[in-house]
């Protein structure tokens, strides 16, 4: 008996993933086909809250509404536009094979599962490299401006983990384009009427009756007034938990708390510890720093990736002769070279950066060379691929990169776990999705580039429509509790009584303080490479810092007008406790696949050591009434497209 | 010191759905800001024309009086014996009124619109980049334009401020008399203040022009790559004509070089 | 490589609310390395503010690498600062020296209102998207990607309107508080496209109109353009005024027609 078997015997709740029947490349047929519909008069007798309007939670509300549904959308920030998709640069993969280079959905299927170490639910991918076709279609029709050839067809280029050229593109903006077109159609329904959008708004609690999603209760961050909203279903599309690094590429206001909140209602948490760790990132230059910045992985595609083989060099990197440069991603993986997947790229990286053979002021990055490339296709082919990169970076690092190699290292851009979905993006609570980066379900252990626009989307547009009216078929003409119900008079009260409760402590350190201190705690021991006895002292530091947070923390100001202290405050201790969770999970999965790379389990050359005959599931959490005490549950993952194999890219 | 408005809380939706109004087009065009810019650039090119005109016909006053004082009187009796004497310089002066008044009646809504859209100035001092003193003063050069305009026509055409505009002059050689133009022009400049007066002004008019002619190309469209690059060459240049033309005249008159 | 900046002296607008009384006050920042980024300036400020029992200076601010468009804050005088191209969120304590005093306003638009301090209400800008910029797509029907080449210098002209971020440094710049630039470039991005030709004329008459109910007009000074932080041309301002009067004349029989 493995050790999954065992698990799965002692699971608390019932873990239904309802796959459906038939070959995994029918799958998604079979459910279309079979699944509940509600009539187009029906449809407007449902109301449906989207909580997030990012790529997953614009394109589902979008569409959702252009069914018939009722939709109450909320946003966080000022504007729907405003949400973290937007900082994406590479581009979308879509199974197009526009190329003729061999691509097709199986081979994206593949390519995702084993990018993502397999530890993702093959139906589930399948059907993002199905729909990803559909994407593409959509996106164009919509204005998006992709990159073009001279002949006026869609220009596509490679991106890390594939050997087909498969990403679409607009400029390094891709993911600004993407979310404005799904930003537009969701701006016409706001205009037509089938959208109600409730701008600064932020989800502080799930509400539960009767075993299903009822509503949500929300704060308006404009005058602190806390509300009740009710709905026949929820879709969670808050992205990802990133920030709980501090440090990280995602957005300043990116936050676990909607997730976090449905958690302690009951919906299981999937694989907290999978984080993805970036390649290029813009290194930390001082202690003040506030975020990292991103450039984008396609610049990989034309910048070569060296350090010095001296760690004692002192010469500007123009001087280095090529003979002490160690190209180490070209040497250690011929195959795909400096296209190696973000994990493998950032922990060879990190391996060098520790062995003190790290570059710049702070010898905390690599170089990523262009000069090659500048020989190669000249200066203005290469200010035409990357010129906003390029002055991004001059912007942010003050040198030129077309003069002197960037520097880069990995820091923590997104996060592959999350609530635990089953096929319909369904959480073990009924009536509650979630969508997008907040759900755990495509990526398994590792995210490959360009894929987090595609799975957005596809969960938005092509997925959530047709499983949401499933879900809401039975519903017909049954009553839902209302905000009057004493559960809302509950939540309400109780998100008043925290809010207040933050403001009451009245210590002497800001909530920035915290939230610095804990990432630094995660980022040591929960970050690109885990060890037993440093999650076992993280889960020592965490519970005594929360202690300390909740004892002396300051909040200035009120709670009934604009006070981002006081957000931040409520999002940090959802990050506490979070953080606790991901290493409880990262200490309990023995074996390194993917963003986990757990140091006691790697290959004699460095590479990750999966045990897929005792992890081959999905962790998901349940809250225990504790953040220390979790309850664990397993749903195995069954392969039977693809066999297990060591991901190699040798 | 209150940004008035007040952000309305609560959700929005429908707000595309309102009946937009039905008005005969030319309103409806001329109802948005947009059609006001368009108004003013349009009158703006007649009047354009105007004083380009005016500047070359009154060339003359280098050929010497009875010239100057022919090409008046061909004017004042354009197109006779078709139209009656002064009727089509009065079709005229009418087209080039409505022009100057639906230029001023959409320079007053859209400066209203604009006071309204920041009703809190900027508490600290501006750091203007590209606007120039011509674009920012737009309002001020029309407004002085405006009042040498008055001062210009009591002068020179009625006579109100020049006891010789509207006396008649017989040419050697003519069998009829004529308006002695000539005489009323040497006479008004060689008055210094009048004369500095009308420098000055020329000069706001050449500044407004400046402005006025490249904002031409954007507010009506004509945005061609291939002639972007002229369009401020070209303000330059048919600012800088009228002026130079302009302004000889009274410099002429002081010099002694016309009188 | 990095150098340390000291004694910045900060004045900073502070008004309690929407309709309060405002003013500024003015804070000494000791020391601060010049590879900071201005609102890490802020926030170290805010920290001590905090700590000190103060409240923290609101300001808008979200993905600080310069693409969701949520920072703003007037700086001395100009939109998003003194470096050209370069939202608020990427301008770097390099571009200041020792002892400068720097001023920071929040954006003044009666459709901008002030939510507190330095915070302002854009959503004017969604009302005008809501309105009409969009290309009418409804999820599922779109036709193969491949289907209509669209020429690569079109594609990359529409990409450079497209490259709006919202923030809304072109009102905060133009001395009318016009919204013309951050409605042309959405208009000039949709109606280059081939995907955009149906709605063209009404997009146009839609999104102006809606514009007009909120913003002042434009005169033509490109404040507008030296502020965006994404460089966008005036020339979509000029596009915008051809098609909105080939909406008014030219295709007024199409548009009568429904």
Known sequence: MTLTDELFAKNTVKLDSKIPDGPVADKWDNYKENMKLVNPNNKRKFKVIVVGTGLAGASAAATLAELGYQVDAFTFHDSARRAHSIAAQGGINGAKNYKGDGD??????????????????????????????????????????????????????????????????????????????????????????????????????????????????????????????????????????????????????????????????????????????????????????????????????????????????????????????DYYLERLYPSFGNLAPRDISSRAAKRLVDKGQGVGPKKNGVYLDFSEAIERLGHDVVQERYGNLFEMYERIAGENPYETPMRIYPASHYTMGGLWVDYELQTNIPGLYAAGEANFSDHGANRLGASALMQGLSDGYFVLPYTIGNGLAPLLGKSMPGIDHPEFKAAEEAARERFNAYLAINGTKSPDYFHRELGKIIWDYCGMERTEEGLKKALELLPALYQEFKTDLRVTGDGDNMNQTLEKAGRVDDFFQLGMLMCRDALDRNESCGGHFRSEYQTDDGEALRDDENYCHVAAWQWGGDPMTPNLNVEPLEFEAVHLATRSYK | MAQVVTSKRGPVTGTATHQRKKRPFLLDLYSTAVGKKYAMGLSGIAMMGFVLFHMIGNLKIYAGAADLDHYAHFLQTLLYPLAPKGWVLWILRGGLISMLFLHLHAAWSLTRLNRHARPVKYQSKRDYQIANFASRTMRWSGIIVLGFIVWHLLDLTFGVVNSETGKMITHPGDEESVKAVYASIVYSFQRTPVALFYVVANILLGIHLFHGTWSIFQSLGWNNPRFNNWRRGFATGFASLVVVGNVSFPIAVMAGIVG | ????????????????????????????????????????????????????????????????????????????????????????????????????????????????????????????????????????????????????????????????????????????????????????????????????????????????????????????????????????????????????????FANRKDLARK
């Open chain 1, 104 to 325: 097709s959905v199986h081979r994206l299927f593949y390519d995702t599962v084993k990018g993502g170490d397999f530890r993702a639910r093959e139906a589930n991918v399948h059907r993002l490299a199905q729909v990803s076709v559909d994407i593409i279609d959509q996106m164009v029709a919509q204005g998006v401006p992709f990159a073009r050839e001279y002949g006026g067809l869609l220009d596509n280029r490679s991106f890390g983990g594939a050997q087909v050229s498969r990403t679409f593109y607009a400029r390094g903006q891709t993911g600004q384009q993407l979310l404005l077109g799904a930003y537009q159609q969701f701006s016409r329904q706001v205009g037509l009427g089938g959208i109600s959008l409730y701008n600064r708004s932020e989800l502080i609690d799930i509400v539960v009756i009767d075993g299903r999603a009822s509503g949500i209760v929300v704060r308006d961050l404009v005058t602190g007034e806390i509300s009740s909203h009710a709905a026949h279903a929820v879709v969670l599309a808050t992205g990802g938990y990133g920030n709980a690094f501090f440090l990280s590429t995602n957005a300043m206001a990116c936050n676990v708390t909607a997730a976090w909140r449905a958690h302690r209602k009951g919906a299981l948490f999937a694989n907290p510890c999978y984080t993805q760790i970036h390649p290029t990132c813009i290194p930390q230059s001082d202690d003040s720093q506030s975020k990292l910045t991103l450039m984008s992985e396609s610049l990989r595609n034309d910048g070569r990736v060296w350090v010095p083989t001296n760690p004692d060099e002192t010469r500007q990197a123009r001087d280095i002769p090529e003979e002490e440069r």
């Open chain 3, 1 to 248: 490589m990095s150098n340390h900046l000291k004694n910045i002296t900060l004045r900073i607008w502070r008004q309690a609310g929407p309709a309060a009384k405002g003013n500024f006050e003015t804070h000494v920042v000791d020391e601060i390395t010049d590879e900071a980024s201005f609102l890490e300036m802020l926030d170290i400020l805010n920290d001590k503010l905090v700590t000190e029992g103060k409240e923290a200076v609101v300001f808008d601010h979200d993905c600080r690498e310069g693409i969701c468009g949520t920072c703003s804050l007037m700086i001395d005088g100009q939109a998003h600062g003194p470096q050209r191209g370069t939202a608020t969120c990427q301008l770097h304590m390099r571009q200041f020296k020792s002892n400068d005093t720097i001023t920071i306003e929040p954006w003044r638009a009666s459709a901008f209102p002030i939510i507190k301090d330095l915070m302002v209400d854009r959503s004017a800008f969604d009302r005008i998207i809501e309105s009409g910029g969009y290309i009418t797509a409804d999820t599922g029907g779109a036709p193969d990607a491949n289907l209509i080449p669209i020429s690569k210098i079109v594609a990359d002209a529409a990409m450079d309107s497209a490259a709006c971020i919202g923030c809304g440094a072109c009102v905060a710049a133009c001395p009318n508080g016009a919204a013309n630039l951050f409605t042309g470039a959405k208009i000039a991005h949709l109606s280059r496209l081939p995907q955009g030709q149906a709605e063209r004329y009404s997009r146009v008459e839609a999104m102006v109109e809606t514009m007009d109910e909120k913003f002042g007009s434009c005169t033509n000074h490109g404040e507008c353009e030296a502020a965006c932080p994404k460089e966008i041309s005036i020339d979509v301002i000029a596009l915008m005024n051809k098609d909105f009067r080939k909406a008014k």
